[in-house]
């Protein structure tokens, strides 16, 4: 528990390092201090005791933090939460060298408020304390919010208050669900308690009733955070109007509170309510994936079109949860991570021509591969990764994802039946086929064809070459490089990841095999049929 505690004070202690340094040297010291959180996170997986069981890591004793109200320091990961802590922490400096050239005005601001992000995601994706997981969940608010509305573009501030307004009342939902549950605990016990899987055991036990507007409130909460439709409104705005580094975090960590959320509260803590809901958040996760899909057709700003396509992507990540199966669950988890790291990379690749051309039009900018056939190839590369191209991190999670929801309703050999089916993976099936069309219009535009720049700078950039090269640099290509390797090794070697996420997935499903069943029969009940020996014979 020290060493995880260590990789959120890191940030922290980085944070007011760079508030009483110079401005020079700002940008190494949050560096060196998301390089070290890294650094410790790494040592905690190499050291995690079983990757093939998935539990949580073994820790003394958390010390109470508030005993009356039953709230303790309590941290600890599972390989799930240990998964998408690495991967912040892994962006976190990727992040930071990236705003080197982009951030030149009230730099240690953006890099102070940048540090206490990370160390806020952390914290919310380690938490065993649900109040401990609320105030990290909650307090990634305040520097997005700042950083967008100081470092953004023209609309900045409009897009930090739209942010700020939707997922902070949808949070209220939330936390309004954890303090019932744990108040319905101290009835029944006599004490009171916010560790996360003692409220999981208490919320199971509630009536079905309870359980429907129990999950109905965390899904609320967690949907604005994913975002799900019709609740996305404010991510196109954000993303559009953040700096480089901001839109990259947010893609590839804050919005992953909302889908981790569902995973490890919502859909464990009351599961009778995630049967009955069940079909309508499958319906949302679909209008997701098909809507977005038709709006990014049809963008022509580039970073809009990647925020867009955030929002289908996400929506076919919670239809492989709600699938309820094995196959699903593992697919949405494992599709967490991969758009973690390919959205990433394809916000950074944009941020990279913006600095040197300011516009993100592609009816203005377009034929790339002739001035800069580094950043191309990139582009491609990553484009191509979220596609869902065979070899590639996005196919693995995309299938699962569509498999899981197609076996569904006939996935009863498992002991996993369903009430999705074949048409819900079919018009999904569809969405992805319009984000290969978007994507590849994408490249069409902005990577071949006729050189297209803007005739502000004859140069093709505003800065001095010895700061900005016309293709991208030493730096740049580093930002990158690392996020490839990350696409290649999930698309080529996705098993070890999948065997460390099952054991996770299968504790979240426990209850929803006897559950589902159960509202099939209610739905659909026996009726006389030949073929059945146990019908019986009704009369007209």
Known sequence: MALIWLSIILPIAAALGVAVSPTRHARWIALAGTLASLAVLAVVAWQFPDWTTGKHSPSTEA???????????????????????????????LCILGSFSAITERVREYYGWFLVLGSSIILAFAARDAILFYIGYEFTLLPMTIIIAVYGGTERRVAAIKMFLYTFLGSMFMLAAILYVAWEHRVVSGVWTFDIDTLTATGVRLPAATQYWLFAALMIGFAVKVPLFPLHTWLPLAHDQAPTAGSVILAASMLKLGTYGNYRFALPMAPAGGVELMTVAAVLSIAAIIYASLICWVQTDAKKLIAYSSVAHLGLCMLGLFALNP?????????????????????LCIGMFYERYHTKDTDVLGGLAKRMPVWACFMVFFTMASIGLPGLNGFVGEFLCLGGTFIAEHDVQSGFPGLLGPWYAIVAGLGLILAAMYLLILLGKIVWGPLRVPHTSSHGHSESPSTLTVDINGREIA?????????????????????????CTQRMLEHYPALVERHRQVETPRVADARDPLAKETTP
Not at 327 to 347: D, I, K, P, Q
């Open 63 to 93: 010390p109470a933090w508030i005993p009356r109200a039953g709230i303790s320091l309590s941290v600890g990961f599972d390989t799930v939460s240990l998964l998408l802590a690495l991967l912040t922490a892994l962006l976190m400096p």
């Open 327 to 347: 196959v699903g669950a593992e697919g949405a988890v494992f599709y967490m991570v991969n758009h973690g790291v390919s959205t990433g990379a394809l916000f």
């Open 479 to 503: 930002t990158l490089v690392p996020l490839a390797v990350a696409c290649l090794w999930l698309g080529l070697q996705p098993k070890p990841m999948l065997d460390a996420i099952a054991p």
